[in-house]
């Protein structure tokens, strides 16, 4: 029984190499240098370029449902919390005016936040008092178009917990 194996392996990889050599002969040729004949047990692939064929298309993953329901609600507004970096706040001025302008930048995106300058300052000395590592700072706000409306700044120190 294991001989008509081994037969039915010999054949198919000889029908293989055959189909591979036909479908490589429809290719345009190119010099390549010539391997070893294949032996019956040990069949080597030909080099072939993988960059001529085309891209297999990709079937969605994620497909429309054609029964959902699309519904829409209208919110008074959409509230924002960006966690900042501790030392980029520390190395912020303190200017002795009682609004701060401020420019967020994410993503290629610039948003303008009026904040309190007392706000800036009490950060500033969390950070300092704690260590940058051991701080975390969020601004929280508003978003109305590319400005953060209503928004305060907050800096919290972090608490070990002991063990």
Known sequence: ???????????????????????????????????????????????????????????????????????????????????????????LPAPNQERVELAVGCDGLRYAASISAKSLRKAKSTISANGADAVFVMLQGKLKGSEIVECGLVAQAKIVKAK
């Open 1 to 91: 029984m294991t001989r008509d194996i081994h037969r039915a392996i010999e054949q198919v990889e000889r029908v293989m190499a055959r189909a591979l050599d036909e479908s490589g002969a429809k290719l345009p040729k190119k010099k390549t240098p010539r391997t070893r004949s294949p032996t019956i047990r040990a069949w080597r692939a030909p080099v072939s370029n993988h960059f001529q064929y085309p891209e297999p298309k990709v079937r969605s993953v994620f497909r429309e449902k054609t029964s959902m329901t699309k519904l829409s609600v209208t919110a008074r507004a959409i509230k924002v919390s960006i966690p900042l970096d501790p030392a980029a706040v520390a190395m």
